[in-house]
């Protein structure tokens, strides 16, 4: 009897533990941009974003457009808007995966010289890569040199789980477990420090976050600001950003260097 009520005295005060698997895999060939969103002006990629985003691309023909976390009525817009983009960025001929079944998609998903995955809402995506089994076909490219980027939602898969994601979670998804390329866990669309109260409020929820999950990190990247794997380093190619860790925030600036870690 004495036993049992020093165990259940135990699990009362015991701290729970609520964090997901976050291992992670890279390889000094994978090459990926994380961006934080709002890179769009018009139909064209926005100017701050041209330079990294060029050489990212570099010798590129052919773009694989992942679509899946916007709504299906916009899906054929947007296409419309990143074939422009796209074209005027480097000539690359992009095309969206939405216009096949699965079995061609993930076929030519397999062949694409380059990915890019659109924002939108982070769970949706995860489903579709889930159910469609492209989670694990896009991890195989970009570890083989594919390189890929991805902007909000799409900024969002490239760490080890969805944390931080801003969005509502439209539908459910197997597990959080996400392309766990790179270590950090993305939160897109960061206010800036002069962005009075959003800065604090944004602040605030992250840090909550990783009382719940305190062996995690969350990379924040502002509006167009992007992280980027490239030759075995991770690097702030355009701030504003902030690192969160469980008691401590530093603010990082472009050129900066992240630990692989």
Known sequence: MKRSCLFAFGLLFATPSFAQNT??????????????????????????????????????????????PSHVVDRD????????????????DAFSLHRFDTAEANRRL???????????????????????????????????????AGSSAGANICGPVIGTTNDFPVTDVPTRRSLAIIPVVINPHHPRADQQPEHDSRAWKIRNYLRWNPTERVMALGDRAMIRLHEGELTIALGPAWEY?????????????????
């Open 77 to 92: 817009k947007m296409e419309r808007r990143l074939k422009e983009a796209f074209m005027h960025l480097g000539g690359q």
């Open 23 to 68: 291992d992670w895999m890279t390889s000094p060939r994978a090459s990926i941009l994380a961006v934080g969103g709002s890179m769009m002006n018009g139909n064209h990629f926005a100017d701050a974003t041209l330079e990294v985003m060029r050489e990212h691309y570099a010798g590129t023909k052919t773009v694989a457009l992942v679509l899946h």
């Open 110 to 148: 397999a062949e694409a010289d380059a990915i890019f995955v659109g924002g939108g809402d982070t769970f949706m995506l995860l489903r579709e890569f889930y159910e469609t089994g492209q989670l694990g076909i896009i991890r195989q490219r970009v570890l083989e040199g594919v390189p890929l």
């Open 245 to 261: 860790r469980s008691g401590k925030t530093t603010p990082l600036k472009t050129g900066d260097k992240v630990e692989l870690e």
